[in-house]
Structures are given as structure tokens and as C-alpha cells.
């Protein structure tokens, strides 16, 4: 699939809770704008809390990049969380249900990754994790009259 | 705990007392903070009052994250403990299919569609009803 990426539309700290709002609203208000049906905005916004929220907690601070992208006519947002925390070093457990190194409940990560259509991850021990997700304005066109 | 003092959501959720029953109104989107307090604030009026239940209004909630999820979770499991139950109202329909597909089925909450149902569950005071509704500045 060959995507055209539009520009990053904003690059949003993620050091404090504060932060975890802001990134939820933002991407809410983008989702909507981009004519993202309430259920798709929502599950976006909240991969993106997820993904915020281990970029906060499990690796220090980061940030969120946001870019409108299309591809075929259709509409879609990336979004990637970076932080230059410990990395993960198991991915595969760290995707995992229940999986936790801390006190959560362990679906933060696999989660998000069932909530959008895309996702990549690249994580280095002692650099860095990166976690790129991109959903599609996948609502189908509204029904029309019956012919 | 970090937080900028700027923002109205930060800070205490109003945890009103209705006879036994305490109800909790959630509305936008809210800090990490304010939601573990909330868990802090449900626990302490529950255990030095006869409280026999607790609802959660979640019917101004755009979204519920496995953080708030846990939270939800948590004041489930604490409220049983002090022999008493939890009730979360009027989930939005986007929110319930988001949690399931996070893979959060938040066992041990009871649901209802909104209050008035959540407060029938737990067999409140029939006469505390329109409080209620008064309370949260609700049109009838
Ligand atoms: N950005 C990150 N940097 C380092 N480790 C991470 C990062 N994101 C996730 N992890 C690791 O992966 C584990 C699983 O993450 P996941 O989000 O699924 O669960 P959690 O954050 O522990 O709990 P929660 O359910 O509250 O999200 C974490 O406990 C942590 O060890
Ligand atoms: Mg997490």
C-alpha cells in the first residue's frame, strides 16, 4: 500500500499527566476533523492514551508526532510515540494480555495494537522505544436510497 | 504526582451521599490523579458511613483507558470489601466496544443503563430518586 504522508500536524510533549489529556483531546479533535466515525475516534484516542501513557511511565517522558496521511482516497492519522527510556527488551511478552513490569494490568500495549489498524514498534535497549500506529477513516460511505 | 493546577478536571470528584448509596458523576476527561483520589475518596466515605453501594455515572465519559479501567476495577473490588456494591452507569456504546476490544471486561462491575436504573439495583430509597435527580441539576 503506498501512502502519501501529509505534515506532521503537531508534536506534543508527553512529561506529565497533563500531557495525557492534551494528547487525548488532540488526537480526539483530529480524528473528528478528519471525519472519523465516534466509535473509530474513539478506539484511536484510546491507543493513543495507552501508548502515551508507557511513553510517560515506562520510559521516562517523550513525545507524540501527528500527521494526516491518505491513501486511495481515504482518510487516516499516524501517530508515534518516542521516548528515549530502557527499551523493551521481550517484545513479545510486552505485547502479551497481562503482561506487566509494573503494578497495571498488562493490556495497554497488546491492546492498542487490537484498537488500530496499523501498528510497528521498534524499541533498543538503553536508547529508546518508538511505536507507530495509523488508523483509516474506514466508515463506509452512508447508505443510499434503493435504486 | 505531577499536574498543572490550570485545568477543571484535575483535583476532587464530588462524592455525594444519597441515604446508603454514594454517587459519583464523571464528566470529560480526566487526570490520572484525580481518578487514583477519586479511588481514595470512594474508599474513605464508604468505610465511616453505612454505605451499601456505590454508582459510578460514567454517561459524560468520552473514553475509558485500561489506567481508568483498573481504577473502576479497583473501587469494585474495595467497595465489596466494605461490604458494599459498585454500579457504573450509562457507559456510551463507543466506550463499552473500545473496552472490549482493549480486552478490558472489568469482571466484578455491575452495569446498569443509567442512574436511576443503578439506584433501583442496589434497592435504594425509592423517595431518594428525584435528590438524585436534583443533585446533578438534571432536567426532568
Ligand atoms: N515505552 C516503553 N518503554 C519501556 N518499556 C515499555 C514501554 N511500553 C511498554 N513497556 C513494557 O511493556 C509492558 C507491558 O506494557 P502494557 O502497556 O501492556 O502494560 P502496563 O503499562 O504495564 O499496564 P497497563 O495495562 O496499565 O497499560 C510494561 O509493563 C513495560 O514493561
Ligand atoms: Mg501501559
Request: hydrophobic residues 40%; proline residues 4%; contains cysteine.
Amino acid at each position: 500500500m503506498t501512502h502519501s504522508t501529509g505534515s506532521v500536524s503537531a508534536c506534543l510533549p508527553i512529561n506529565s499527566d497533563l500531557d495525557l489529556v492534551r494528547v487525548r483531546q488532540h488526537v480526539r479533535q483530529m480524528t473528528a476533523q478528519l471525519g472519523f466515525g465516534l466509535v473509530e475516534q474513539t478506539k484511536l484516542v484510546t491507543a493513543a492514551s495507552e501508548l502515551a501513557r508507557n511513553a510517560l511511565v515506562h520510559g521516562g517522558g517523550g513525545q507524540m508526532e501527528c500527521t494526516s496521511v491518505s491513501s486511495g482516497g481515504i482518510q487516516g492519522l499516524r501517530l508515534v510515540f518516542s521516548d528515549q527510556g530502557p527499551g523493551i527488551v521481550d517484545l513479545d511478552q510486552a505485547l502479551s494480555d497481562g503482561y506487566t513490569s509494573g503494578e497495571g494490568l498488562g493490556m495497554g500495549l497488546g491492546g492498542a495494537r487490537r484498537l488500530v489498524h496499523e501498528f510497528s514498534i521498534d524499541s533498543r535497549r538503553g536508547i529508546g522505544t518508538t511505536v507507530t500506529v495509523t488508523s483509516w477513516n474506514s466508515r463506509p460511505p452512508r447508505p443510499r436510497e434503493a435504486p | 504526582m505531577t499536574g498543572a493546577a490550570t485545568s477543571p478536571f484535575e483535583g476532587h470528584v464530588p462524592v455525594l451521599r444519597l441515604g446508603g448509596v454514594l454517587l459519583v458523576t464523571l464528566q470529560g476527561d480526566l487526570y490520572d490523579s484525580t481518578a487514583e483520589q477519586l479511588q481514595q475518596d470512594i474508599g474513605e466515605t464508604a468505610a465511616d458511613s453505612a454505605v451499601t453501594g456505590v454508582v459510578i455515572d460514567l454517561s459524560g465519559v468520552e473514553i475509558v483507558d485500561s489506567f481508568m479501567g483498573r481504577v473502576l476495577s479497583d473501587v469494585a473490588a474495595m467497595t465489596r470489601l466494605l461490604a458494599a456494591q459498585t454500579v457504573v452507569a450509562g457507559m456510551r456504546p463507543a466506550v463499552a466496544i473500545t473496552l472490549v476490544e482493549l480486552g478490558l471486561t472489568l469482571p466484578g462491575l455491575r452495569t446498569a443503563l443509567n442512574t436511576e436504573e443503578a439506584l433501583r439495583l442496589l434497592g435504594a430509597e425509592v423517595a431518594a430518586l428525584p435528590r438524585a435527580g436534583r443533585a446533578r441539576g438534571e432536567s426532568p
